[in-house]
């Protein structure tokens, strides 16, 4: 099964970054597709970005030009780097994984590997 551990969040002040780690186990993350998402304080979860196996990355319109994800094959490890951060960015922020490539990228639902999460918190 697919394990996945997050990493690397922290309180940062209003225009801060962070990069937060996701290191995978029990499968090459280059055979899956490789998400981060965040859960608002209403409780939904929302995709911020997205890797799928060819590398290709989309990004929800509130990351687009401040956060970048990236996937290191060797260290089967899936980063995100967050510049420019807002109070608005402030979650708990989820890496998850899913053997299947169709479905909406940005609907929790077509993932069936979580981590546990890792609290970004900015103000």
């Known amino acids: 099964d697919v394990q996945l551990v997050e990493s690397g969040g922290d309180s940062v002040q209003i225009g801060g970054s962070l990069s937060l780690s996701c290191v995978a186990s029990g499968s090459s993350i280059n055979s899956l597709r490789m998400a981060w998402f965040r859960q608002l304080p209403g409780g939904k979860r929302e995709g911020v970005a997205v890797?799928?196996?060819?590398?290709?990355?989309t990004y929800a319109d509130s990351a687009k030009g401040r956060f970048t994800v990236s996937a290191d094959n060797a260290n089967n490890t899936l980063y995100l780097r967050m510049n420019s951060l807002k109070p608005d960015d402030s979650a708990m922020y989820y890496c998850a994984a899913s053997p299947f490539f169709f479905g909406t990228w940005s609907n929790p639902v077509n993932y069936k590997h979580w981590g546990r999460g890792t609290q970004v918190t900015v103000s």
């Open positions: 890797v799928e196996s060819d590398a290709h990355t």
